[in-house]
């Protein structure tokens, strides 16, 4: 964590703090949250509580976000990417991110409670703890699996979304979990094999910089050809039909490919460019997933 003194006085505008929600991220939640919601049993009930429980899952989500960049200040300083974000620019003071994140992840929690029911509270309250404690303070530093345990986080929004409007968890919401779960570390390991020097300057233990290239692709390869199938699986429960099934299988056969083809790309140039294809593409992949899963229910095609 940067152990830098703090500024004064924070020069931030209203921008820089929309940018520490990471809205991005925050908008890859609300909607995997919102599939989740949508692919629940039976109709949403109340349409305004439907909506304020998935504002909260979004603030829920900012939080994190805005948390994670109070304490990896000191490694955002020095990668590339990175480095312009609000804190290590200088434009918000880390104590007042903090708070900011703080009074959010608070704020959120309460609204879902009221605007929904006490486990999906517990789910979120869950997430942005695993996230910016778990997560950020712990995995992302001491493993190279910090990805791939990390990845609960990102993959519970639906879950917590299905808990918001029917006050369960069941297993067809854990799916929706499973295929974001083994979705992120071939998503992230790609981007960290063309980003790996980074990564090493930052000192975190991606795993290109701890395990190499070769076993990171293989890697890549294993979590894809477990994802693809996985992804296919909700057409045998009551939550997706025929129409996602065939765009699942279709995209998974591409993800799968494009991981091959990082597997066996020669070294330098090669392999950068097949892991920017795969990094783009898995953005594609899932986002395709879920708005198939999101327009079979909306037209009616499921099940």
Do not use: C
Request: net charge neutral; proline share 6%.
């Amino acid at each position: 964590m940067n152990t830098a003194e703090p500024r004064l006085m924070s020069t931030g505008g209203t921008m820089d703090y929309v940018a520490l929600l990471k809205p991005r991220v925050m908008s890859l939640v609300i909607f995997t949250a919102l599939v989740g919601m949508v692919a629940a049993p039976g109709p949403v009930g109340n349409i305004w509580l439907a909506a304020f429980s998935l504002l909260a899952i979004a603030v829920g989500a900012g939080a994190s976000g805005a948390l994670n960049m109070w304490w990896d200040a000191d490694i955002d300083a020095v990668m590339s990417r990175t480095k312009a974000r609000p804190i290590p620019s200088g434009r918000v003071d880390r104590p007042e991110a903090f708070a900011f994140g703080l009074f959010l992840s608070v704020l959120s929690v309460i609204v879902l409670a009221l605007a929904a029911n006490y486990l999906a509270a517990a789910l979120l309250a869950f997430t942005i703890f695993f996230y910016a404690v778990i997560y950020s303070m712990f995995l992302k530093r001491l493993t190279p699996q910090n990805i791939v345990i990390g990845g609960a986080a990102g993959a519970l929004p639906p879950v917590v979304a299905w808990a918001a409007v029917t006050g369960t968890a069941p297993i067809e919401a854990w799916l929706l979990f499973a295929i974001i779960f083994f979705w992120t570390p071939p998503h992230f390991w790609a981007l960290a094999l063309f980003k790996s020097a980074d990564y090493e300057a930052a000192g975190i233990p991606m795993m290109p910089n701890v395990k190499g290239e070769a076993r990171t692709r293989t890697e890549i390869l294993i979590y894809a050809l477990i994802v693809a199938p996985l992804a296919v699986t909700p057409v045998f429960f009551p939550v997706a039909g025929l129409l996602y099934g065939v765009i699942a299988a279709v995209f998974g056969m591409f993800f799968v490919g494009l991981s091959f083809r990082l597997y066996r790309a020669g070294p330098g140039a090669e392999m950068d460019k097949a892991a920017k294809s795969l990094f783009g593409f898995s953005i594609l992949y899932l986002f395709t997933l879920f708005a198939a899963l999101l327009a079979e229910h909306w037209l009616g095609f499921h099940g």
